[in-house]
């Protein structure tokens, strides 16, 4: 069993000599991608006679890999929508709105820090990558004295009652946006990276304030309803508007959990 696109011929190839059953689940094709592989389509059909059965996250995905030479195709959706998030620790929320920057990258913190004003309510800034805490940190140190803003590491403060809360540790995201009323989805406004899971802010209910660039992740939000996509310039007005933002929520769930079980 083979998870997304890792496609390698002997892989497949010996699998098959050896007798075994194969299958490619939560099948994807991005549309980044989408183009280097009709390059070099006769190498993957090679790839796809040695396959028996496929489940792809979307009808697009669908297609494009019969376009490849894929057979026996089915559409599930995503995976990810089978392992729904688990709070693993309840954290105190502060009073006011709470805005989360989920998942941040290099000059994602400085846009979101140019638009924001502590009248807005509370920022939680978590950073994708630990290398970066430092950097980050100093960014917002940078900034308070121009916004006139206190700002705090969480490791040292352990509560989010500063304006600005830098979350310097792994594995609280989760518990964050249970306590999240807006988040800013990160990786979505730097080009090449195509966004960050929207079904676990969704799960919370939190409104969902994201970039453009999604293309990793479409099929995920195809089951979110209520998120808001926004050009980078646009950051300050909607949130200067939050209470007009819709509540997102999750639809389509609950349909690909028994497949899995099926095939575990």
């Known amino acids: 069993m083979v998870v997304e696109a890792e496609l390698w011929y002997m892989l497949f190839l010996v699998s098959k000599i050896k007798g075994s059953k194969t299958i490619l689940i939560n099948a994807r094709i991005s549309d980044a991608s989408y183009p280097k592989y009709k390059k070099t389509s006769f190498l993957y059909k090679h790839i796809f006679a040695n396959i028996d059965k496929i489940y792809a996250q979307s009808d697009t995905d669908k297609q494009r890999l019969l376009e490849l030479g894929a057979k026996n195709i089915e559409v599930i959706g995503n995976i990810k929508l089978a392992n729904l998030p688990k709070v693993t620790k309840v954290l105190a929320k502060p009073n006011g709105t709470v805005i989360t920057v989920a998942s941040s990258h290099d000059t994602e913190e400085e846009l979101v820090l140019k638009a924001y004003d502590k009248t807005m309510g509370k920022l939680i800034v978590v950073p994708r990558h630990p290398q970066r805490f430092d950097s980050v940190y100093e960014l917002i140190k940078s900034y308070s004295i121009s916004k006139d803003f206190s700002y705090a590491r ?79 310039n646009e950051l300050k007005s909607i949130l200067e508007n939050i209470d007009n933002l819709p509540n997102s929520k999750l639809e389509n769930i609950g349909t690909i959990e028994p497949i899995i079980k099926e095939l575990i």
């Open 154 to 232: 969480y490791t040292q403060s352990g509560n989010f009652e500063s304006d600005v809360t830098l979350v310097d540790c792994m594995g609280e995201l989760i518990n964050i946006y249970a306590i999240s009323d807006v988040v800013v989805l990160c990786g979505s406004f730097v080009t090449h990276l195509g966004g960050h899971n929207p079904i676990e802010p969704a799960f919370f209910g939190c409104k969902i304030i994201s970039g453009e660039t999604i293309f990793n992740q479409k099929s995920l939000f195809e089951s979110v309803h209520g998120y808001t996509l926004i050009k980078a």
